[in-house]
T-cell receptor, first 111, second 118 residues
Framework: EDQVTQSPEALRLQEGESSSLNCSYT??????LFWYRQDPGKGPEFLFT???AGEEKEKERLKATLTKKESFLHITAPKPEDSATYLC????????????FGQGTELSVKP | SAVISQKPSRDICQRGTSLTIQCQVD?????MFWYRQQPGQSLTLIAT?????????ESGFVIDKFPISRPNLTFSTLTVSNMSPEDSSIYLC???????????????FGPGTRLTVL
């Protein structure tokens, strides 16, 4: 069974304190791994798609990396506006575009 | 990326009634999806809606409960039928495809419809 597990469930950081969020996956054939940001009361906002092990993508203070078993979302010198829930999802071949989501990591950055 | 709107943004409904949620995209897209996000939970796919064909439902979701229409490449509706309090969730549509302005299989989400069933 295809599965996605995110850790930790919640993370509290001080402004400027860098850290990483983890997304472990077990799938039959990875088509892509997606990272989203979700603010309360809003739909997920697309951040990155990673397709193969070793791939990295960056956007402002965020950097996503991918191995054959997991992905990391590194947050460098976070600011309070980075506070949100970060969702990881996988897309598997022959499943018609379906995204399988992890439970998310709720990030809180205090000034 | 595509601009996606949903109507209504929220609603409070009585048990046993039905609600139709609309999803409108500002460009033509190949694939549209409907997800559910129950309180405190992550997203679960309900069905895939492709224009010109019947929707494909995931295990645990049936057409009688969640009928879907996809009349053209920019619009879809999801109906939640004969509602019960367990249907209280956020319902989200998403779109995928090169025409949506992303990569080949990137998905973009609408703002969601927050449904409360009393």
């Amino acid at each position: 069974e295809d599965q996605v597990t995110q850790s930790p469930e919640a993370l509290r950081l001080q402004e400027g304190e860098s850290s990483s969020l983890n997304c472990s996956y077990t799938v039959s054939g990875l088509r892509g791994l997606f990272w989203y940001r979700q603010d309360p009361g809003k739909g997920p906002e697309f951040l990155f798609t990673l397709y193969s092990a070793g791939e990295e993508k960056e956007k402002e203070r965020l950097k996503a990396t991918l191995t054959k078993k997991e992905s990391f979302l590194h947050i460098t010198a976070p600011k309070p506006e980075d506070s949100a829930t970060y969702l990881c999802a996988v897309q598997v071949y022959n499943q018609g575009g379906k995204l399988i989501f992890g439970q998310g990591t709720e990030l809180s950055v205090k000034p | 990326s595509a601009v996606i709107s949903q109507k209504p943004s929220r609603d409070i409904c009585q048990r046993g009634t039905s609600l139709t949620i609309q999803c409108q995209v500002d460009s033509q897209v190949t694939m549209m999806f409907w997800y559910r996000q129950q309180p405190g939970q992550s997203l679960t796919l309900i069905a895939t809606a492709n224009q010109g064909s019947e929707a494909t439902y995931e295990s645990g979701f049936v057409i009688d409960k969640f009928p879907i229409s996809r009349p053209n490449l920019t619009f879809s509706t999801l109906t939640v039928s004969n509602m019960s309090p367990e249907d209280s969730s956020i319902y989200l549509c998403s779109v995928e495809g090169y025409l949506a302005g992303g990569g080949n299989n990137e998905q973009f989400f609408g703002p969601g419809t927050r449904l409360t069933v009393l």
